[in-house]
């Protein structure tokens, strides 16, 4: 099944995937040197596998917004010259079609399905870079026992992007607005239905649910921002462990134990209460032992290019186990000792300074600020102001006796007087005196990053 030819020979052969006006041309990557790969990664088998993610990054996604569309350009041309098996398996609210990639001859089937909330993305980019190391596009092809093994010893079943409509505008719900992931049991909705008809068909050994999560969610009630938090879901409302769910809670371990190399205290467990509307839950009730992996984010990363790797090293690790069977060697306690998921943070805490607003004197308060965008940590607005002991948030920043002069275009001037409404963008001059014209610290908030 593995086209033993490399890309490299392909480089002059076009492949049509929409039609004559839409032709494009695969192209062979650079081998990096052997130092940099080395310096990279390491020896480990997350290493290699991130080795991997870098080598075979799929070079035209390049952001966490990008259409059905613009995903296909790229993968359909490399799982078709691969011999991959690619099959529609319905199509969304708009027609686009929902498609699936089975590579490997195993005998287990192993199912994953990505993004069917539009707006959670980091996986589908994973899956992209997984195709095509598969599909080998490089010269060199110093992974072929990795990836043969793998190929042999299980059935890979891709359903990426299962919400393309909610994609194109990057919104959660599909279309006409329902949450498919709130559709397991009443199949309103044509991708929900794709889905179950899917699992009914193939009826998969182990399932991945892929997902991202709210940024603002930390590992347990006093740790960081939460890059990955998995789940092992209940199979029924009491929450007990048959050898499904046991099964999948091994897989969790592994999954726990990868990431956890690359993220030490950023991995998180979601918690496990027996949702009946939810896929992951229903999925694992109809027997299929089944992991949720949510993206959270990570500071410095925001377009999630770095949990895009890790993805790609994870799943990569993970599969082999499932081909070897290592996985039913996992500890169960790696994953049941993951702290679990905490959210309702605030992206930023400004403790210890005084807010100066004109004709007012100075207050001692301290300001939770929020972002739009709280993944890349843009466009921060004021959420709440007052005496904020004990409210978490991703980051603090101390102003300890400094002032806080928010910018004039922030300000409200109301009957009562000059304030900074809650929802104002939060752009705060940090000075070292109520004087306008004290001694410059810094500036929070505006153009700046935190
Ligand atoms: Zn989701």
Redesign the pocket.
């Known amino acids: 099944m593995l086209a033993k030819r490399s890309l490299v020979a392909a480089a002059v052969v076009s492949v049509s995937v929409f039609g004559a006006c839409s032709t494009r041309t695969l192209e062979t990557v650079p081998t990096p040197n052997a130092a940099a790969v080395n310096l990279c990664c390491g020896d480990s088998a997350m290493g290699v596998a991130l080795r991997i993610a870098a080598d075979y990054r799929e070079p035209t996604i390049t952001t966490r917004r990008f259409t059905h569309e613009q995903f296909w350009s790229a993968v359909l041309p490399v799982a078709t010259y691969a011999e991959f098996k690619v099959d529609e398996v319905g199509k969304s609210l708009h027609g686009r079609p929902l498609r699936t990639i089975t590579i490997g001859t195993g005998r287990d089937t192993v199912l994953l399905w990505s993004q069917?909330?539009g707006d959670?993305s980091t996986a589908t980019m994973a899956l992209a870079d997984i195709v095509r190391w598969f599909a080998n596009t490089r010269a060199e092809s110093r992974d072929d026992a990795l990836r043969e093994r793998i190929m042999k010893g299980v059935t890979l079943v891709f359903l990426p992007m299962l919400n393309p409509d909610g994609a194109e505008v990057f919104q959660?719900e599909n279309a006409v607005g329902v949450d498919i992931?709130r559709d397991a049991r009443r199949l309103s909705t044509p991708e929900a239905q794709a889905l179950k008809a899917l699992h009914d068909r193939l009826k998969p050994k182990f399932g991945f649910n892929l997902?991202?999560?709210n940024a603002r969610t930390r590992v347990g009630r006093d740790g960081v921002q939460a890059a990955i938090a998995l789940l092992a879901p209940a199979h029924d409302a009491s929450r007990g462990y048959n050898d499904v769910r046991s099964r999948a809670r091994l897989v969790a371990s592994t999954l726990a134990t990868s990431f956890q190399t690359e993220l030490p205290n950023r991995v998180a467990k979601y918690d496990d209460t027996f949702n009946p509307r939810a896929f992951g839950d229903l999925i694992q009730q109809w027997g299929t032992s089944t992991v949720l992996i949510e993206s959270g984010a990570l500071p410095g990363d925001p377009q999630k290019q770095r949990l895009r790797a890790l993805h790609v090293a994870a799943l990569i690790s993970v599969f082999d186990a499932l081909a070897t069977g290592a996985w039913s060697s996992a500890n169960p306690d790696t994953y049941e000792t993951l702290l679990f998921n905490t959210g309702g943070a605030s992206d930023l805490l400004v403790l210890g300074g005084s807010l100066v607003l004109p004709g007012s004197a100075p207050a001692r308060v301290d300001l939770a600020i929020n972002y739009d965008d709280a993944v890349a940590r843009t466009g921060g607005r004021v959420r709440e102001v007052g005496d904020l002991a004990g409210v978490v948030a991703i980051d603090t920043i101390r102003v300890d006796g400094l002032f806080l002069h928010p910018d004039a275009s922030t300000v409200t001037r109301a009957s009562a007087g000059v304030l900074l409404p809650i929802g104002a963008p939060a752009v705060l001059h940090v000075r070292r005196g109520a004087d306008a014209v004290s001694e410059f610290v810094r500036t929070i908030g505006g153009s700046t990053r935190n």
């Open positions: 069917m909330h959670e959660r992931n997902h991202d999560q």
